[in-house]
């Protein structure tokens, strides 16, 4: 019988705890605990002795330093990982951002997370410094998505596309995921070979068919991570000494020297939030000069709300 998520992240638990108890676990012991053949645990592990990515920005994250599998078939749990020692090294904020997105899901769907987990996702709350709001609703048809998908079964439903348009659909569900609170399908649509991704929350009355198809290949999960439509770009002029103080993360393009201390810097953000932030910690002696003159004025307004609303949440 397959191996649902929620039994797939106890066994995890289960296992690692056992191996920071014990200072070290044999897979054969660890096997014996949770009922299962050596070999299962060991490819039911296998995402997390070797989680490597890359986040965003093209940088490499290599997870696979907090747990040690050694020849023997012991495994150990590592001292000095981050999320268990505070004077350790913690991910950059986007490998830290993705580890909560991950952490916050499975948290929120167990009817009792362990206290571990808790921490965990409490401490990289911390760590981002904003509140990050996940939501991790059950979609309708969520359900017969995940039996059709297990069964191979084709599915039909109505969809609503991004600009709006609705039709029928008959698709292919190789996979069912989450990414960011939001679930999806992943599989090609009857006619087409290519694989695309629908939302779950946008199906209505989404109904199985007879009707199969082959397994498919391994879950090939899209970038959700491509901010650039959000991304905003300020010409300021500010002192040199101020570069090493703004907020991050920021992009800065091209610096230019200015006179009397000054230079003239490229700054792009995501998001207006962001946006507003940079503009008032860049300082009172800090300008905006562009990139053009209606984002001047629309960048000069952005300052003067939001220094006006931090210096009244102060006086209050």
Same mark, same amino acid.
């Given at each position: 019988?397959?191996?649902?998520? *929620?039994?797939?992240?106890?066994?995890?638990?289960?296992?690692?705890?056992?191996?920071?108890?014990?200072?070290?676990?044999?897979?054969?012991?660890?096997? #014996?605990?949770?009922?299962?053949?050596?070999?299962?645990?060991?490819?039911?592990?296998?995402?997390?002795?070797?989680?490597?990515?890359? #986040?965003?920005?093209?940088?490499?994250?290599?997870?696979?330093?907090?747990?040690?599998?050694?020849?023997?078939?012991?495994?150990? *749990?590592?001292?000095?990982?981050?999320?268990?020692? &505070?004077?350790?090294?913690?991910?950059?904020?986007?490998?830290?951002?993705?580890?909560?997105?991950?952490?916050?899901?499975?948290?929120?769907? !167990?009817?009792?997370?362990?206290?571990?987990?808790?921490?965990?996702?409490?401490?990289?709350? #911390?760590?981002?410094?904003?509140?990050?709001?996940?939501?991790?609703?059950?979609?309708?048809?969520?359900?017969?998505?995940?039996?059709?998908?297990?069964?191979?079964?084709?599915?039909?439903?109505?969809?609503?596309? #991004?600009?709006?348009?609705?039709?029928?659909?008959?698709?292919?569900?190789?996979?069912?995921?989450?990414?960011?609170?939001?679930?999806?399908?992943?599989?090609?649509?009857?006619?087409?070979?290519?694989?695309?991704?629908?939302?779950?929350?946008?199906?209505?009355?989404?109904?199985?068919?007879?009707?199969?198809?082959?397994?498919?290949?391994?879950?090939? &999960?899209?970038?959700?991570?491509?901010?650039?439509?959000?991304? !905003?770009?300020?010409?300021?002029? &500010?002192?040199?000494?101020?570069?090493?103080?703004?907020?991050?993360?920021?992009?800065?393009?091209?610096?230019?020297?200015?006179?009397?201390?000054?230079?003239?810097?490229?700054?792009?953000?995501?998001?207006?939030?962001?946006?507003?932030?940079?503009?008032?910690?860049?300082?009172?002696?800090?300008?905006?000069?562009?990139?053009?003159?209606?984002?001047?004025?629309?960048?000069?307004?952005?300052?003067?709300?939001?220094?006006?609303?931090?210096?009244?949440?102060?006086?209050?």
């Amino acid at each position: 019988m397959a191996i649902t998520r *929620v039994r797939h992240f106890e066994i995890i638990r289960t296992v690692f705890a056992m191996a920071e108890e014990r200072q070290g676990v044999s897979l054969a012991d660890a096997a #014996d605990a949770v009922g299962l053949p050596v070999a299962e645990v060991r490819a039911l592990l296998e995402p997390v002795l070797f989680l490597e990515y890359r #986040d965003d920005q093209g940088e490499f994250i290599d997870e696979t330093r907090a747990f040690l599998l050694d020849e023997g078939d012991v495994l150990r *749990v590592d001292e000095g990982h981050w999320l268990r020692n &505070l004077a350790a090294r913690p991910p950059t904020p986007c490998g830290a951002l993705r580890l909560y997105a991950a952490g916050k899901t499975v948290a929120d769907s !167990l009817p009792s997370p362990a206290p571990a987990l808790r921490s965990a996702v409490a401490k990289l709350e #911390d760590l981002l410094e904003g509140s990050v709001v996940i939501p991790t609703d059950h979609p309708p048809c969520l359900d017969v998505c995940v039996r059709a998908s297990r069964s191979r079964r084709r599915i039909a439903f109505t969809y609503t596309t #991004d600009s709006g348009t609705t039709g029928p659909r008959t698709v292919e569900p190789h996979h069912v995921y989450t990414n960011w609170g939001k679930w999806y399908v992943q599989g090609p649509e009857i006619g087409d070979a290519v694989l695309k991704s629908w939302r779950v929350d946008r199906m209505v009355d989404a109904v199985a068919f007879e009707t199969s198809f082959p397994p498919p290949e391994p879950l090939d &999960l899209p970038d959700r991570f491509d901010l650039s439509e959000y991304e !905003l770009t300020v010409e300021l002029r &500010l002192p040199e000494t101020m570069l090493d103080n703004l907020p991050t993360p920021n992009n800065v393009a091209a610096v230019t020297d200015d006179q009397g201390g000054f230079v003239r810097a490229v700054i792009s953000v995501n998001g207006e939030h962001r946006m507003r932030h940079l503009l008032v910690a860049a300082g009172p002696e800090a300008t905006v000069v562009g990139p053009s003159d209606s984002d001047r004025a629309k960048f000069d307004a952005l300052r003067r709300q939001h220094a006006a609303q931090l210096l009244r949440s102060y006086l209050e």
